[in-house]
């Protein structure tokens, strides 16, 4: 039953670079937000392992959602992947979603790559259909199975981040929101 349902308390509260220890082990808590505003990752120096969460995952993307408390998810997005760069001795990742790697600044790029090619799509998507809402967008950065509302806000992060950039013009009438590109 949903409505007994009650978000747990923190049973401990860490600040980022903060050392925490669990298990007879040391981590170092990482605020690594993007994916959400308070993600934290956690990482092991002695032995190399990094708890990813959902900040890097070994075969897809998080999603980076556009209607949270970020006014730009998509930048601070990839502040955090600069930064997880900065942790190559890092020998295994243990995600959230998917099996462990070893890859983590290579993989790191390839997510940094993927968003950068989103951003350019959405570029040629707004020269070929022009002035569009942000469902409009989304049905040509994401196959159809993948319509919804997931797409939808990821495609406004993505559209919202180049507003920010002076790129995309947004322009809202009659509660429907749409951009266009100079």
């Known amino acids: 039953d949903s409505k007994s349902f009650q978000v747990p308390k923190p049973s401990l509260t860490v600040e ?3 050392e925490i220890t ?3 082990r040391t981590w170092l808590a990482l605020h690594l937000p993007g994916h959400t505003h308070d993600h934290l990752c956690l990482y092991d120096p002695v032995d190399g392992i990094f708890l990813s969460g959902d900040h890097v995952l070994p075969t897809i993307t998080p999603h ?3 209607m949270g408390n970020m006014e730009d998810p998509l930048a601070v997005f990839f502040n955090s992947l600069e930064r997880t ?3 190559s001795q890092v020998t295994l990742v243990l995600p959230a979603h998917g099996h462990p790697f070893t890859n983590l600044v290579e993989r790191t790029d390839d997510i940094i790559q993927h968003h950068v090619d989103r951003l350019q ?3 040629e998507t707004g020269d070929s259909i022009g002035e569009a809402s942000v469902n409009d967008y989304m049905k040509h950065l ?3 199975r993948s319509w919804g509302d997931m797409a939808a806000s990821e495609t406004y992060a993505h559209l919202e ?10 322009k809202e009438e009659k ?3 749409t951009y266009k590109f100079a």
């Not at 981040?161 to 947004?170: D, N, S, V």
């Open 16 to 18: 980022d670079s903060e």
């Open 22 to 24: 669990i298990g007879g």
């Open 64 to 66: 980076i959602g556009g």
């Open 85 to 87: 760069k900065e942790f």
């Open 121 to 123: 799509l959405i570029r």
């Open 142 to 144: 994401f196959k159809e």
């Open 161 to 170: 981040h180049l507003r920010i950039l002076g790129e995309a013009t947004p």
């Open 175 to 177: 509660g429907l929101k």
